[in-house]
DNA sequence: AGTGCCGGGGT
DNA sequence: ACCCCGGCACT
Protein backbone atom coordinates (compact mmCIF):
# COMPACT_ATOMS: atom_id res chain seq x y z
CA UNK A 1 0.00 0.00 0.00
CA UNK A 2 1.05 3.18 -0.83
CA UNK A 3 1.65 6.07 1.96
CA UNK A 4 -1.81 7.59 2.68
CA UNK A 5 -2.83 10.67 4.60
CA UNK A 6 -6.06 11.61 4.88
CA UNK A 7 -6.92 14.92 6.38
CA UNK A 8 -9.42 15.29 9.35
CA UNK A 9 -11.49 17.97 9.70
CA UNK A 10 -13.92 18.43 12.41
CA UNK A 11 -16.53 20.80 13.29
CA UNK A 12 -16.17 23.86 14.78
CA UNK A 13 -12.97 24.82 12.58
CA UNK A 14 -13.40 26.70 9.46
CA UNK A 15 -11.75 24.47 6.96
CA UNK A 16 -9.94 21.55 7.55
CA UNK A 17 -8.49 21.02 10.95
CA UNK A 18 -5.39 18.92 11.18
CA UNK A 19 -5.47 16.63 13.69
CA UNK A 20 -1.79 15.22 14.34
CA UNK A 21 -0.70 13.79 17.16
CA UNK A 22 0.63 15.37 20.05
CA UNK A 23 3.77 14.57 21.27
CA UNK A 24 3.65 11.49 23.14
CA UNK A 25 0.44 10.52 22.43
CA UNK A 26 1.08 9.17 19.12
CA UNK A 27 -1.15 6.37 18.91
CA UNK A 28 0.25 3.55 18.66
CA UNK A 29 -1.71 1.05 20.30
CA UNK A 30 0.00 -0.52 23.72
CA UNK A 31 -2.44 -3.21 23.87
CA UNK A 32 -1.36 -4.09 20.83
CA UNK A 33 2.13 -5.54 21.36
CA UNK A 34 3.78 -2.12 20.07
CA UNK A 35 2.02 -2.73 16.73
CA UNK A 36 0.51 0.53 15.86
CA UNK A 37 -1.96 -0.56 13.10
CA UNK A 38 -3.27 1.97 11.15
CA UNK A 39 -6.44 3.32 11.71
CA UNK A 40 -6.02 2.85 15.27
CA UNK A 41 -7.75 6.11 16.97
CA UNK A 42 -6.84 8.34 19.42
CA UNK A 43 -9.06 9.97 21.79
CA UNK A 44 -10.44 12.48 19.29
CA UNK A 45 -10.92 9.61 17.25
CA UNK A 46 -8.97 11.21 14.10
CA UNK A 47 -5.31 10.23 14.27
CA UNK A 48 -3.38 7.82 13.76
CA UNK A 49 0.06 8.48 14.25
CA UNK A 50 2.50 5.68 14.32
CA UNK A 51 6.50 6.05 14.71
CA UNK A 52 9.33 3.11 14.02
CA UNK A 53 12.37 3.27 15.36
CA UNK A 54 14.13 4.21 12.52
CA UNK A 55 10.98 6.14 11.05
CA UNK A 56 8.81 8.56 12.06
CA UNK A 57 5.37 7.53 10.37
CA UNK A 58 1.79 9.63 10.50
CA UNK A 59 -0.83 8.10 9.30
CA UNK A 60 -3.48 10.97 9.50
CA UNK A 61 -6.82 9.62 9.05
CA UNK A 62 -9.87 11.59 7.64
CA UNK A 63 -12.89 11.90 9.16
CA UNK A 64 -15.56 13.84 8.09
CA UNK A 65 -17.15 16.27 10.78
CA UNK A 66 -20.57 14.85 10.76
CA UNK A 67 -19.66 11.31 11.18
CA UNK A 68 -17.58 12.66 13.98
CA UNK A 69 -20.50 14.15 15.59
CA UNK A 70 -22.69 11.23 14.96
CA UNK A 71 -19.89 8.94 16.72
CA UNK A 72 -19.66 11.49 19.51
CA UNK A 73 -23.23 11.10 19.80
CA UNK A 74 -23.33 7.66 19.62
CA UNK A 75 -20.75 6.77 21.99
CA UNK A 76 -22.10 8.99 24.40
CA UNK A 77 -25.14 6.58 24.52
CA UNK A 78 -23.16 3.38 23.64
CA UNK A 79 -20.61 4.31 26.44
CA UNK A 80 -23.28 4.34 29.17
CA UNK A 81 -24.05 0.69 28.11
CA UNK A 82 -20.92 -0.52 28.61
CA UNK A 83 -19.77 -1.32 25.11
CA UNK A 84 -16.33 -0.02 24.22
CA UNK A 85 -15.89 -1.85 21.41
CA UNK A 86 -14.17 0.35 18.39
CA UNK A 87 -16.99 1.65 15.87
CA UNK A 88 -14.46 2.07 13.46
CA UNK A 89 -15.24 -0.30 10.85
CA UNK A 90 -18.91 0.39 10.80
CA UNK A 91 -17.82 3.75 9.27
CA UNK A 92 -17.77 3.66 6.01
CA UNK A 93 -14.49 5.94 5.68
CA UNK A 94 -12.82 3.57 7.57
CA UNK A 95 -13.24 0.96 5.85
CA UNK A 96 -9.95 0.37 3.92
CA UNK A 97 -8.31 1.03 7.34
CA UNK A 98 -6.68 -2.16 8.92
CA UNK A 99 -7.63 -3.64 12.09
CA UNK A 100 -7.11 -0.91 14.83
CA UNK A 101 -6.26 -1.79 18.53
CA UNK A 102 -7.08 -5.49 17.55
CA UNK A 103 -10.90 -4.05 18.22
CA UNK A 104 -9.94 -2.69 21.48
CA UNK A 105 -10.27 0.73 22.09
CA UNK A 106 -7.49 2.93 22.55
CA UNK A 107 -7.12 3.58 26.64
CA UNK A 108 -8.75 6.69 27.29
CA UNK A 109 -11.49 6.24 25.17
CA UNK A 110 -14.33 6.75 26.17
CA UNK A 111 -13.32 7.12 29.77
CA UNK A 112 -15.11 9.27 32.13
CA UNK A 113 -13.52 12.84 31.59
CA UNK A 114 -14.31 14.92 34.56
CA UNK A 115 -16.69 12.74 35.97
CA UNK A 116 -18.32 12.65 32.16
CA UNK A 117 -17.87 10.47 28.92
CA UNK A 118 -15.32 12.11 27.38
CA UNK A 119 -16.13 13.88 24.97
CA UNK A 120 -14.64 14.13 21.23
CA UNK A 121 -13.93 17.66 21.65
CA UNK A 122 -11.90 16.80 25.29
CA UNK A 123 -8.63 17.63 24.77
CA UNK A 124 -5.79 14.76 24.71
CA UNK A 125 -3.81 15.14 27.37
CA UNK A 126 -2.05 12.66 28.99
CA UNK A 127 -2.65 13.52 32.84
CA UNK A 128 0.52 12.43 34.09
CA UNK A 129 4.06 12.47 32.91
CA UNK A 130 4.66 8.63 33.14
CA UNK A 131 1.93 7.95 30.88
CA UNK A 132 3.48 10.43 28.09
CA UNK A 133 6.54 8.25 28.53
CA UNK A 134 5.13 5.10 28.38
CA UNK A 135 3.73 6.25 25.03
CA UNK A 136 6.73 6.95 23.52
CA UNK A 137 8.59 4.08 24.80
CA UNK A 138 5.75 2.41 23.37
CA UNK A 139 6.09 4.27 20.53
CA UNK A 140 9.91 3.52 19.90
CA UNK A 141 9.40 0.23 20.09
CA UNK A 142 6.88 -0.03 17.35
CA UNK A 143 8.14 -1.38 14.17
CA UNK A 144 8.02 0.18 10.99
CA UNK A 145 4.35 -0.62 10.01
CA UNK A 146 4.30 -1.30 6.09
CA UNK A 147 0.89 0.45 5.04
CA UNK A 148 -0.89 4.03 5.02
CA UNK A 149 1.81 5.71 6.15
CA UNK A 150 3.49 8.70 5.28
CA UNK A 151 7.69 8.56 6.23
CA UNK A 152 9.17 11.15 7.89
CA UNK A 153 12.37 11.42 8.43
CA UNK A 154 13.79 9.96 11.85
CA UNK A 155 13.93 12.48 14.74
CA UNK A 156 13.34 10.74 17.77
CA UNK A 157 13.49 12.94 20.88
CA UNK A 158 11.85 12.69 23.81
CA UNK A 159 12.02 15.95 24.62
CA UNK A 160 8.75 17.92 23.99
CA UNK A 161 10.17 20.04 21.13
CA UNK A 162 10.87 17.48 18.89
CA UNK A 163 7.39 15.92 19.44
CA UNK A 164 6.11 19.17 18.52
CA UNK A 165 9.07 19.41 15.40
CA UNK A 166 7.23 16.32 14.36
CA UNK A 167 3.79 17.04 14.25
CA UNK A 168 4.64 20.07 12.58
CA UNK A 169 6.42 18.18 9.78
CA UNK A 170 2.88 16.33 9.90
CA UNK A 171 1.06 19.01 9.52
CA UNK A 172 3.18 20.36 6.98
CA UNK A 173 3.00 17.31 5.16
CA UNK A 174 -0.20 16.78 5.13
CA UNK A 175 -1.27 20.11 4.42
CA UNK A 176 1.32 19.65 1.52
CA UNK A 177 -0.35 17.01 -0.05
CA UNK A 178 -3.88 17.67 0.54
CA UNK A 179 -4.57 21.30 0.06
CA UNK A 180 -5.24 22.49 -2.85
CA UNK A 181 -4.56 26.04 -1.25
CA UNK A 182 -1.50 25.47 -0.60
CA UNK A 183 -0.43 24.05 -3.84
CA UNK A 184 -2.17 26.27 -5.82
CA UNK A 185 -2.46 29.59 -3.93
CA UNK A 186 0.84 29.91 -1.76
CA UNK A 187 0.27 33.40 -1.07
CA UNK A 188 -2.76 33.18 0.65
CA UNK A 189 -3.03 29.22 1.49
CA UNK A 190 -0.65 28.13 3.78
CA UNK A 191 2.47 26.86 2.70
CA UNK A 192 5.27 25.35 4.51
CA UNK A 193 6.27 28.60 6.35
CA UNK A 194 3.00 30.16 7.27
CA UNK A 195 1.52 26.97 8.18
CA UNK A 196 4.68 26.55 10.71
CA UNK A 197 3.61 30.50 11.74
CA UNK A 198 -0.09 29.75 11.99
CA UNK A 199 0.65 26.79 13.69
CA UNK A 200 2.30 28.67 16.21
CA UNK A 201 0.50 32.21 16.07
CA UNK A 202 -2.93 31.07 14.82
CA UNK A 203 -5.15 32.68 17.09
CA UNK A 204 -7.81 29.53 16.94
CA UNK A 205 -4.95 27.30 17.43
CA UNK A 206 -4.02 25.85 20.47
CA UNK A 207 -0.17 25.51 20.92
CA UNK A 208 -0.80 23.16 24.16
CA UNK A 209 -2.59 20.58 24.90
CA UNK A 210 -4.74 22.25 27.48
CA UNK A 211 -7.87 23.29 27.66
CA UNK A 212 -9.06 26.67 25.68
CA UNK A 213 -12.46 28.78 26.49
CA UNK A 214 -13.59 28.64 22.46
CA UNK A 215 -12.31 25.74 21.31
CA UNK A 216 -12.58 23.27 24.46
CA UNK A 217 -9.02 22.41 24.16
CA UNK A 218 -9.04 20.50 21.25
CA UNK A 219 -6.05 19.62 19.91
CA UNK A 220 -6.46 20.98 16.36
CA UNK A 221 -5.72 23.24 13.98
CA UNK A 222 -8.14 26.08 13.05
CA UNK A 223 -7.30 27.66 9.54
CA UNK A 224 -8.07 31.52 8.80
CA UNK A 225 -11.77 31.66 8.41
CA UNK A 226 -11.30 33.98 5.59
CA UNK A 227 -9.44 30.91 3.61
CA UNK A 228 -11.53 28.91 1.74
CA UNK A 229 -10.73 25.19 1.65
CA UNK A 230 -12.14 23.57 -1.19
CA UNK A 231 -11.21 19.93 -0.47
CA UNK A 232 -13.36 20.80 2.76
CA UNK A 233 -16.92 21.32 1.77
CA UNK A 234 -19.27 22.37 5.01
CA UNK A 235 -21.92 20.46 5.86
CA UNK A 236 -24.57 21.15 4.84
CA UNK A 237 -28.13 22.53 5.97
CA UNK A 238 -29.94 19.09 5.67
CA UNK A 239 -30.94 17.11 8.98
CA UNK A 240 -28.85 14.20 8.08
CA UNK A 241 -25.64 15.95 7.69
CA UNK A 242 -23.95 12.69 7.56
CA UNK A 243 -25.65 11.38 4.77
CA UNK A 244 -25.39 14.83 3.02
CA UNK A 245 -21.93 14.94 3.31
CA UNK A 246 -21.24 11.17 1.81
CA UNK A 247 -23.00 12.01 -1.10
CA UNK A 248 -20.82 15.02 -1.22
CA UNK A 249 -17.90 12.56 -1.10
CA UNK A 250 -18.70 10.15 -2.94
CA UNK A 251 -19.46 13.63 -5.63
CA UNK A 252 -16.09 14.50 -5.03
CA UNK A 253 -14.61 10.64 -5.65
CA UNK A 254 -16.85 10.68 -8.59
CA UNK A 255 -15.59 13.47 -10.12
CA UNK A 256 -12.18 12.06 -8.99
CA UNK A 257 -12.28 9.00 -10.18
CA UNK A 258 -13.55 10.09 -13.58
CA UNK A 259 -11.19 12.64 -13.78
CA UNK A 260 -8.24 10.49 -13.33
CA UNK A 261 -9.91 7.63 -15.20
CA UNK A 262 -10.25 9.70 -18.18
CA UNK A 263 -7.15 12.15 -17.71
CA UNK A 264 -9.12 14.81 -18.23
CA UNK A 265 -7.49 17.94 -16.06
CA UNK A 266 -9.99 19.06 -13.39
CA UNK A 267 -10.38 22.92 -13.45
CA UNK A 268 -8.81 24.48 -10.13
CA UNK A 269 -10.75 27.15 -9.35
CA UNK A 270 -9.40 29.43 -6.48
CA UNK A 271 -12.05 31.72 -4.72
CA UNK A 272 -11.07 33.18 -1.78
CA UNK A 273 -14.11 35.68 -1.86
CA UNK A 274 -15.39 32.83 0.60
CA UNK A 275 -16.30 34.41 4.40
CA UNK A 276 -16.58 31.41 7.08
CA UNK A 277 -20.07 31.25 8.58
CA UNK A 278 -21.58 28.99 11.53
CA UNK A 279 -24.93 27.42 10.94
CA UNK A 280 -26.36 26.07 13.85
CA UNK A 281 -27.87 22.53 13.09
CA UNK A 282 -29.97 22.57 15.88
CA UNK A 283 -33.46 20.95 14.42
CA UNK A 284 -35.51 23.83 12.84
CA UNK A 285 -33.45 26.52 13.75
CA UNK A 286 -30.97 27.16 11.23
CA UNK A 287 -29.23 30.52 13.15
CA UNK A 288 -26.22 31.90 11.06
CA UNK A 289 -23.78 33.21 12.95
CA UNK A 290 -20.68 34.73 11.81
CA UNK A 291 -18.74 33.91 15.01
CA UNK A 292 -18.21 30.05 16.22
CA UNK A 293 -18.02 31.53 19.62
CA UNK A 294 -20.94 33.26 19.15
CA UNK A 295 -22.67 30.07 17.80
CA UNK A 296 -21.66 28.12 20.33
CA UNK A 297 -22.85 30.45 23.14
CA UNK A 298 -26.03 30.63 20.94
CA UNK A 299 -26.08 26.97 21.35
CA UNK A 300 -25.94 26.87 25.16
CA UNK A 301 -27.69 29.49 25.88
CA UNK A 302 -31.13 28.89 23.48
CA UNK A 303 -30.87 25.14 23.15
CA UNK A 304 -29.00 23.83 25.81
CA UNK A 305 -30.34 26.18 28.38
CA UNK A 306 -27.41 26.95 29.77
CA UNK A 307 -25.92 30.50 31.42
CA UNK A 308 -25.36 32.68 28.49
CA UNK A 309 -22.46 34.49 30.60
CA UNK A 310 -21.57 31.23 31.76
CA UNK A 311 -18.38 31.19 29.53
CA UNK A 312 -17.50 27.62 30.40
CA UNK A 313 -18.23 25.27 27.67
CA UNK A 314 -17.57 21.74 27.37
CA UNK A 315 -17.25 21.74 23.66
CA UNK A 316 -20.59 19.92 23.17
CA UNK A 317 -21.99 22.78 21.25
CA UNK A 318 -19.32 22.05 18.51
CA UNK A 319 -21.63 19.09 17.90
CA UNK A 320 -24.79 21.23 17.12
CA UNK A 321 -23.51 23.91 14.12
CA UNK A 322 -21.35 23.73 11.59
CA UNK A 323 -19.50 26.10 9.40
CA UNK A 324 -20.00 27.37 6.05
CA UNK A 325 -17.80 28.41 3.61
CA UNK A 326 -20.14 31.53 2.29
CA UNK A 327 -19.54 33.13 -1.26
CA UNK A 328 -19.01 36.26 -0.56
CA UNK A 329 -20.30 36.80 -4.11
CA UNK A 330 -23.41 35.05 -3.55
CA UNK A 331 -24.22 36.77 -0.55
CA UNK A 332 -25.50 39.09 -3.43
CA UNK A 333 -28.09 36.29 -4.07
CA UNK A 334 -30.21 36.72 -1.10
CA UNK A 335 -30.97 33.20 0.23
CA UNK A 336 -28.34 31.61 -2.01
CA UNK A 337 -25.92 33.07 0.66
CA UNK A 338 -26.94 30.44 3.49
CA UNK A 339 -25.44 27.91 0.49
CA UNK A 340 -23.64 26.12 2.62
CA UNK A 341 -20.89 25.02 0.31
CA UNK A 342 -18.11 26.83 -1.65
CA UNK A 343 -18.56 26.47 -5.34
CA UNK A 344 -14.88 25.15 -5.77
CA UNK A 345 -15.76 22.65 -2.69
CA UNK A 346 -16.67 20.23 -5.27
CA UNK A 347 -13.86 19.97 -7.20
CA UNK A 348 -11.73 18.16 -5.46
CA UNK A 349 -7.91 18.61 -5.66
CA UNK A 350 -5.92 16.25 -7.51
CA UNK A 351 -3.64 14.02 -5.50
CA UNK A 352 -2.32 10.66 -6.31
CA UNK A 353 -3.23 9.69 -2.88
CA UNK A 354 -7.00 10.79 -3.80
CA UNK A 355 -6.79 8.69 -6.59
CA UNK A 356 -5.16 6.09 -5.13
CA UNK A 357 -8.15 6.23 -2.34
CA UNK A 358 -10.83 6.79 -4.88
CA UNK A 359 -9.85 4.17 -6.91
CA UNK A 360 -10.29 1.95 -3.90
CA UNK A 361 -13.07 3.17 -2.53
CA UNK A 362 -16.71 2.10 -3.74
CA UNK A 363 -18.13 3.97 -5.07
CA UNK A 364 -21.30 5.57 -2.67
CA UNK A 365 -24.42 6.54 -4.71
CA UNK A 366 -24.56 9.87 -5.31
CA UNK A 367 -28.07 10.95 -3.70
CA UNK A 368 -27.88 14.88 -3.27
CA UNK A 369 -30.94 15.99 -0.92
CA UNK A 370 -30.86 19.41 -1.15
CA UNK A 371 -29.33 21.63 -4.26
CA UNK A 372 -26.14 22.30 -2.23
CA UNK A 373 -24.13 23.22 -4.75
CA UNK A 374 -24.90 26.70 -6.39
CA UNK A 375 -25.38 26.68 -10.28
CA UNK A 376 -22.19 27.84 -11.22
CA UNK A 377 -20.67 24.98 -9.47
CA UNK A 378 -23.42 22.62 -10.60
CA UNK A 379 -22.47 23.64 -14.07
CA UNK A 380 -18.23 23.24 -13.42
CA UNK A 381 -18.98 19.96 -11.84
CA UNK A 382 -21.14 18.94 -14.67
CA UNK A 383 -18.44 20.22 -17.04
CA UNK A 384 -15.92 17.71 -15.60
CA UNK A 385 -18.71 14.97 -16.45
CA UNK A 386 -19.32 15.92 -19.91
CA UNK A 387 -15.29 16.01 -20.01
CA UNK A 388 -14.56 12.87 -18.86
CA UNK A 389 -17.44 10.58 -18.40
CA UNK A 390 -18.70 9.98 -21.72
CA UNK A 391 -15.58 10.66 -23.77
CA UNK A 392 -14.19 7.28 -23.01
CA UNK A 393 -17.37 5.42 -23.57
CA UNK A 394 -16.85 2.71 -25.25
CA UNK A 395 -20.64 0.50 -26.47
CA UNK A 396 -20.31 -3.17 -26.18
CA UNK A 397 -20.81 -4.32 -29.25
CA UNK A 398 -22.63 -7.32 -29.44
CA UNK A 399 -24.62 -9.55 -32.23
CA UNK A 400 -27.91 -7.83 -30.17
CA UNK A 401 -26.79 -4.10 -29.65
CA UNK A 402 -29.91 -3.13 -29.80
CA UNK A 403 -31.13 -4.44 -26.93
CA UNK A 404 -27.71 -3.23 -25.10
CA UNK A 405 -29.12 0.46 -23.44
CA UNK A 406 -31.77 2.27 -22.92
CA UNK A 407 -31.41 6.40 -23.73
CA UNK A 408 -31.04 7.31 -19.94
CA UNK A 409 -27.88 5.22 -18.74
CA UNK A 410 -24.82 3.41 -19.49
CA UNK A 411 -23.62 0.42 -18.50
CA UNK A 412 -20.29 0.66 -20.44
CA UNK A 413 -17.32 -1.31 -19.80
CA UNK A 414 -14.38 0.75 -20.42
CA UNK A 415 -11.09 -1.69 -21.28
CA UNK A 416 -7.69 -0.32 -21.59
CA UNK A 417 -5.83 -2.34 -24.27
CA UNK A 418 -2.57 -0.76 -23.35
CA UNK A 419 -2.77 -1.61 -19.91
CA UNK A 420 -4.92 -4.52 -19.88
CA UNK A 421 -6.98 -2.55 -17.02
CA UNK A 422 -11.10 -2.97 -17.42
CA UNK A 423 -12.83 -1.11 -15.59
CA UNK A 424 -16.50 -1.12 -15.41
CA UNK A 425 -18.08 1.73 -15.44
CA UNK A 426 -21.33 2.63 -14.61
CA UNK A 427 -22.81 6.09 -15.39
CA UNK A 428 -25.76 8.00 -15.55
CA UNK A 429 -26.21 11.60 -16.18
CA UNK A 430 -26.70 13.67 -13.30
CA UNK A 431 -30.66 14.85 -13.29
CA UNK A 432 -29.31 17.86 -14.54
CA UNK A 433 -27.32 16.98 -16.36
CA UNK A 434 -28.10 18.76 -20.20
CA UNK A 435 -29.35 15.43 -22.14
CA UNK A 436 -28.11 14.38 -25.46
CA UNK A 437 -28.41 17.27 -28.22
CA UNK A 438 -30.86 16.58 -30.49
CA UNK A 439 -30.30 15.35 -33.59
CA UNK A 440 -31.51 18.41 -35.34
CA UNK A 441 -29.00 20.86 -33.69
CA UNK A 442 -26.25 18.93 -36.20
CA UNK A 443 -28.02 20.18 -39.39
CA UNK A 444 -26.32 22.63 -41.43
CA UNK A 445 -28.90 24.57 -42.98
CA UNK A 446 -29.60 22.65 -46.08
CA UNK A 447 -30.47 20.11 -43.91
CA UNK A 448 -27.72 17.84 -44.49
CA UNK A 449 -26.62 15.66 -41.30
CA UNK A 450 -22.97 16.93 -40.29
CA UNK A 451 -20.16 14.74 -40.32
CA UNK A 452 -20.19 14.57 -36.72
CA UNK A 453 -23.70 13.06 -36.58
CA UNK A 454 -24.24 11.11 -33.59
CA UNK A 455 -24.37 8.02 -35.89
CA UNK A 456 -20.70 8.50 -37.08
CA UNK A 457 -19.22 8.53 -34.16
CA UNK A 458 -19.27 4.95 -32.90
CA UNK A 459 -22.27 2.63 -32.67
CA UNK A 460 -25.69 3.79 -32.20
CA UNK A 461 -26.67 4.00 -28.80
CA UNK A 462 -23.63 5.74 -27.07
CA UNK A 463 -23.34 8.53 -29.69
CA UNK A 464 -25.42 10.18 -26.74
CA UNK A 465 -23.01 10.93 -24.40
CA UNK A 466 -19.89 11.93 -26.56
CA UNK A 467 -21.85 14.10 -28.31
CA UNK A 468 -20.88 17.01 -26.46
CA UNK A 469 -16.87 15.98 -26.23
CA UNK A 470 -16.85 15.57 -29.87
CA UNK A 471 -17.99 18.93 -30.60
CA UNK A 472 -15.25 20.16 -28.75
CA UNK A 473 -17.93 21.68 -26.32
CA UNK A 474 -16.63 21.80 -22.49
CA UNK A 475 -19.21 23.60 -21.35
CA UNK A 476 -22.49 22.72 -22.23
CA UNK A 477 -25.30 24.79 -20.82
CA UNK A 478 -27.17 23.48 -18.60
CA UNK A 479 -30.56 25.18 -20.30
CA UNK A 480 -29.87 23.29 -23.77
CA UNK A 481 -33.14 22.30 -25.08
CA UNK A 482 -34.22 18.93 -23.85
CA UNK A 483 -34.80 16.08 -26.02
CA UNK A 484 -38.12 14.19 -25.69
CA UNK A 485 -37.99 11.54 -24.46
CA UNK A 486 -38.55 9.35 -27.08
CA UNK A 487 -36.01 11.15 -29.68
CA UNK A 488 -34.96 8.93 -32.42
CA UNK A 489 -31.79 8.74 -33.61
CA UNK A 490 -31.13 9.72 -36.99
CA UNK A 491 -31.54 7.14 -39.44
CA UNK A 492 -28.35 5.89 -40.68
CA UNK A 493 -26.62 6.40 -44.05
CA UNK A 494 -25.15 2.73 -44.84
CA UNK A 495 -27.08 0.75 -46.53
CA UNK A 496 -29.26 -1.80 -44.83
CA UNK A 497 -29.69 -5.21 -45.39
CA UNK A 498 -33.02 -4.69 -46.94
CA UNK A 499 -31.62 -2.65 -49.29
CA UNK A 500 -28.26 -4.87 -49.71
CA UNK A 501 -30.46 -8.06 -50.15
CA UNK A 502 -33.91 -7.01 -51.19
CA UNK A 503 -37.06 -8.22 -49.70
CA UNK A 504 -36.80 -11.46 -51.53
CA UNK A 505 -33.50 -12.47 -49.74
CA UNK A 506 -35.16 -11.70 -46.39
CA UNK A 507 -33.13 -14.49 -45.03
CA UNK A 508 -30.03 -13.18 -45.79
CA UNK A 509 -30.66 -10.30 -43.29
CA UNK A 510 -29.02 -9.78 -39.99
CA UNK A 511 -31.33 -10.60 -37.80
CA UNK A 512 -31.56 -7.26 -36.10
CA UNK A 513 -33.25 -6.42 -39.99
CA UNK A 514 -35.35 -9.26 -39.58
CA UNK A 515 -36.43 -8.40 -36.77
CA UNK A 516 -37.35 -4.36 -38.05
CA UNK A 517 -34.03 -3.57 -35.18
CA UNK A 518 -31.32 -1.35 -35.78
CA UNK A 519 -29.30 -3.23 -38.77
CA UNK A 520 -26.44 -4.86 -36.87
CA UNK A 521 -24.34 -5.80 -40.21
CA UNK A 522 -24.28 -2.35 -41.28
CA UNK A 523 -23.93 -0.02 -38.70
CA UNK A 524 -23.32 3.28 -39.47
C1' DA B 1 -44.12 5.15 -50.50
C1' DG B 2 -39.99 3.19 -48.87
C1' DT B 3 -36.94 2.60 -45.22
C1' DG B 4 -35.02 2.19 -40.54
C1' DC B 5 -35.97 0.92 -36.17
C1' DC B 6 -38.27 1.77 -31.52
C1' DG B 7 -41.32 -0.13 -28.45
C1' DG B 8 -43.91 -3.69 -27.17
C1' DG B 9 -45.91 -8.22 -27.24
C1' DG B 10 -45.86 -13.29 -27.83
C1' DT B 11 -43.56 -17.67 -27.25
C1' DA C 1 -33.65 -15.14 -25.59
C1' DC C 2 -35.81 -15.25 -29.69
C1' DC C 3 -39.19 -13.72 -32.81
C1' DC C 4 -42.64 -10.72 -34.66
C1' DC C 5 -44.98 -6.52 -35.75
C1' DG C 6 -47.43 -1.88 -35.10
C1' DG C 7 -46.23 2.38 -35.63
C1' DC C 8 -43.40 6.32 -36.05
C1' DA C 9 -39.78 9.27 -38.06
C1' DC C 10 -37.23 10.11 -41.76
C1' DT C 11 -35.98 10.07 -46.72
Given at each position: ????????K???S????????????T??C??????S????????G??????????????V??????????????????????????????Q??????????????????G?????????????????????E????????Q??L????H?????????????????????????????????????????G???????????????S?????????????W????????P???????????????L????????????????????P????????V????LW?N????????????????T?????K??????DG???????E?D?????????L????????????P?????????????????L???V??V?P???????????????????????????????????L?D????????????????P?????P?????????SG?????????I??????????????????????????????????????????????????????????????Q????
Amino acid sequence: MEPKVRLVKRSASPGPRICSPPPGLTSCCPDSGGRSPPGTRVGCGLISACKAPGNAVYTVLVEDSASLRRRARRRSCEDGAGSKGSRLQQQPLFQKSPTHCNGKAVPGEGEPVNGRPRHLSDPLVLKRPEEEGVALRLLDQTPLHQSAHIPVPRQRKLSEKAGIDEVIAAVVLTSLSTSPVVLNNPPNGLGTEPTCDAWKEGPAMSSSYSSSSNNSGEWSWDPPSDLSNPSTPSPPLTADVSTSFLSLHSDLEETEASHFLFGDPIPRKRKNSTKVMFKCLWKNCGKVLSSSSGMQKHIRTIHLGRKADLDQSDGEEDFYYTELDVNVDSLTDGLSSLTPVSPTSSVPPAFPILEEEVLQTPAVPLKPEVPMVPPLSQSAHMTILSQSAPTSLCHIQTDHAYQATGPAGLLTDVKSPSTGMEISISWQPPPLFPPPLPPVLFKSPSGCLTPIRPADIGEKRPQVPALPIAKGHALVPSSMPKPAAGTRKPRGEAKKCRKVYGMENRSMWCTACRWKKACQRFVD
